[in-house]
């Protein structure tokens, strides 16, 4: 009767041991290991000892740089300096909550008002990055449905969940660079 109960006992904790690695490590990346592993600071350490700083004692030692400051090693586009605007602010999708009271999951409970881009302030201030490309991402970027060449708010065949963005969005002038 003790076997028998010792060996119930075995496979009880043995399945919970495998429900419990495999709900607890669904979709991870790694095993059961590097759960276990991850749930301690390593601290730092040196991957090779023999070239790595932070190897422990290492010996102090110079080195001697020459830099050739007569030619520029690399030139960027003068467009580098640019700007971004999250795709939420262009169409009027999911935003995260502005008194971040509760924790929201994904992209957010509230809409993002749709962005004017008709205020001169704006055009004041992005005049000042000239010449610059405007970015436009974040992560309802997925859920937007483009038709250029439509003006209208409000576009047929616009697939559930997601948002128009049209040239409208850009005022009366988008074609010719002007708002």
Known sequence: MKRKSIIVATVVIVFLVCLVRFVGLWGASGGIYD???GQFDPG???IHPQTSIMAPRSPAFGIRA???LSAPVNEIAPEYLSFALD???LVGGKW???KAD???VGSGTVHSPVFDFNRPRI???ASALAPAYLRIGGSESDKIFYDMKSRAAHVKGVP???HPFTKGLFGPDAESGKS
């Open 35 to 37: 759960f276990i592993a």
């Open 44 to 46: 730092p350490t040196a």
């Open 66 to 68: 020459k830099i050739d």
């Open 87 to 89: 795709s939420s602010q």
């Open 96 to 98: 995260w909550n502005p």
């Open 102 to 104: 509760t924790v929201e």
């Open 123 to 125: 055009d004041l201030l």
């Open 160 to 162: 559930d969940g997601y």
